[in-house]
């Protein structure tokens, strides 16, 4: 016979498996979405350009309508004032050519307001379709999130179960695991792609208008800081994105992938120097401590770089026997701690790490002196 906790355990392992496999079915549903907005996205972009453009036409037919008519008419006011003076042809000339002007005129400003109605209606179907993608992707995150987690912490749940403790925290865990990575990411993607990229479509429009008021040069420049602004973001995501988990760390451990790490901020912000130091012997520490470290470090060296505008950035780890200090020190513009918000998401996040790992932090910082942060995380002794 069968005892009813095998029984359970079995039917527990598959309803895990039908779960996992909903997820992902569910998954490559979001990226079909994901991918199909795309597409259109970049359709719909093309098609705006192309209106744009006809706009652009259509106004300068517009205004030169616009002084013809005004020509004809100042024609037709001097022909009928001295009446007299001309023949019965050269007074319906003047008639039928003021009425021209003024038909082609009506026609062409119909056409373009047409025309901005369209440009209106596809800039605004285009940012509803961003926020579609910007949701896809946000969402797939989430999922990649709960599949890592499930795949690789619970694929023993069989066995976790038996022990009284793991079934009264499982539920717990689960739900705790995917709020704090729904919160962080939501925090990033908010204050860095999601907000640039908002920035890039009020800049097109600024753009056009630049191009019709002040000529291609001034466009120009619009369009070089508008590069800027989109460097900027696929940096963010690329950050964002390295940020999820660094392979190196499981392999090689918290130093080494800090060294990489530092060493492509240098390579891809010019006029940045950061600089590496650990002290004492390395060890090797629990992988969740070694992430948290590596997140503390990266938010502190992306704050610095972002709002310190500064040029040199110095990370030291120093080994104690039962703690590590980290300190991140910048040589930017600083900030008056006094002023500084409690809610701040970079501050707030990176208390809540130290929290979890029963650690201090410390943050020093003066107007054009730069700021330091300190941190102190105990370690189990073996």
Not at 116 to 141: M, P, W
Not at 330 to 339: A, L
Request: charged letters at 30%.
């Amino acid at each position: 016979m069968f005892s009813n906790d095998t029984f359970d355990l079995k039917s527990l392992d598959d309803i895990f498996n039908r779960m996992l496999d909903t997820i992902m079915s569910s998954k490559d549903d979001i990226f079909i979405i994901s991918e199909q907005s795309r597409r259109n996205f970049e359709d719909m972009q093309n098609e705006l350009e192309i209106v744009r453009k006809q706009v652009s036409i259509v106004i300068d037919e517009g205004d030169a309508l616009e002084k013809s008519t005004q020509l004809a008419k100042q024609r037709l006011v001097l022909v009928s004032k001295a009446f007299d003076n001309y023949t019965e042809e050269q007074v319906r000339e003047a008639y039928e050519t003021a009425h021209d002007f003024q038909v082609k005129l009506s026609v062409i400003r119909t056409q373009e307001k047409q025309l901005r109605d369209k440009r209106d209606d596809l800039e605004r179907r285009l940012r509803g379709l961003l926020d579609t993608i910007e949701r896809a992707d946000h969402i797939v995150n989430q999922v990649n999130v709960v599949l890592n987690y499930l795949t690789s912490d619970l694929r023993n749940v069989g066995l976790a179960l038996e022990q009284a403790k793991m079934k009264q925290d499982f539920g717990i865990r689960i739900i705790a695991a995917q709020e704090e990575e729904r919160k962080r990411l939501s925090r990033e993607i908010h204050d860095g792609p999601a907000q640039m990229l908002a920035n890039v479509l009020m800049r097109t429009d600024l753009i056009d208008r630049t191009y019709r008021e002040k000529g291609i040069e001034y466009a120009l420049a619009e369009i070089a800081d508008l590069k800027k602004t989109v460097r900027n973001a696929l940096s963010e995501v690329r950050r964002i994105i390295y940020d999820l988990r660094p392979m190196a760390l499981d392999d090689l451990g918290i130093v080494p992938t800090l060294k990489k790490y530092l060493s492509t901020v240098t390579e891809y912000n010019p006029g940045v120097e950061v600089h590496f130091q650990s002290r004492s012997t390395e060890k090797r520490i629990p992988s969740n401590y070694e992430v948290s470290i590596f997140r503390l470090v990266q938010e502190c060296v992306t704050n610095a770089m972002k709002h310190g505008n500064c040029k040199d950035i110095w990370v030291k780890l120093e080994w104690l026997n039962n703690a590590v200090n980290i300190v991140v020190k910048d040589d930017g513009k600083g900030f008056d701690p006094q002023v500084v918000k409690d809610h701040s998401f970079g501050i707030l996040g990176m208390k809540e790490r130290i929290e979890i790992l029963d650690g201090t932090i410390s943050i020093t910082s003066e107007i054009n002196r730069g700021t330091t942060v300190l941190f102190k995380i105990p370690l189990e002794v073996e």
